[in-house]
């Protein structure tokens, strides 16, 4: 016999209905822009405290990896004929090296100049400056360690069929063709973009695979020019003795990393900070 009052099991149940639409609710509810700050700005701090050798370890197998988004390219663009929209297939490729850096969560330059700057716009002082400084640098050199390595491996290695080559050649021939200025105006809109995607990744969940690889199909299908993939390019005509360490430096690298910068810090990360600035309770150092 039920000595509770009446009504009482089915105030239970009307509170258990409310529970789960609450949580049905909240599931389907966007991240608020507050929200993804703070959860970029935790793995931002996360990366500015990790150890030296684990961030140039991480960065060199970036660096490595990415080109594969070079390698996928120039295969595609080995099997598929020469058409008008063959661009818009081969550069399909251009996201595998993407796809194996973001996913498995290395350290790439590009992702470092939003990711890891808002814990310092949060809360600036001498000693976050010195913490970013040190990773930027510390990422960028072994980023570029790893193009490097990568691009050694593939000229003098015999890891790829013979018949991908003129491709890659051709990719690499394309990129440093174009004038510095264009080059730096061109990576503008690659900082934004993968900023853009640092940005929406927090809720992505399951759509991870296919927001990486959309937008970093887009970086390549428009021709906008990024730092680390670019490095792998850069590197292979170095060691193939095609271009010089200056030409190399001034016509590709320096301006790309300008704009890079440019897009993902001064571009999208302020606009970031700015609509939710004052919304949010500064950190403690």
Sequence with gaps: MNDGPPGDGAG??????????????GKAAKLSPRLIHEVIRRDGEEELRRPFRSLFWAGIAAGILISFSIVGKAMLRTYLPD?????????FGYSFGFLLVMLGRMQLFTENTIMTV???????????????????????????IGCFIAAITIAHGHVLPEAFLPAFDGLAHHAMAIPAMEGFARAIPAGILIAALVW????????????ITLFTWLIGVCGFTHIVAGSVEMAWM??????????????????????NVVGGTLIFTFLAWAQVHQEITPPPP
């Excluded at 058409?83 to 550069?91: I, Q, S, Y």
């Excluded at 929406?200 to 759509?207: D, H, I, K, R, W």
Aim: charged share 20%; no cysteine; glycine share 8%.
């Design 12 to 25: 239970n149940v009307a509170e258990l209905v409310d529970e789960a639409k609450e949580k049905s609710v």
């Design 83 to 91: 058409t008008d929209w063959r661009p818009l297939v081969e550069n």
């Design 118 to 144: 808002l814990p310092v716009v949060a809360k600036p002082s001498r000693r976050r400056f010195a913490r970013l400084a040190r990773l930027w640098g510390l990422v960028l050199l072994a980023n570029l």
């Design 200 to 211: 929406m990744l927090p809720q992505a969940e399951g759509s991870s695979f296919w927001l």
């Design 238 to 259: 170095l060691v193939t003795g095609q271009i010089g360490v200056t030409q190399g430096l001034t016509g590709f690298f320096l301006p790309v990393l300008a704009g």
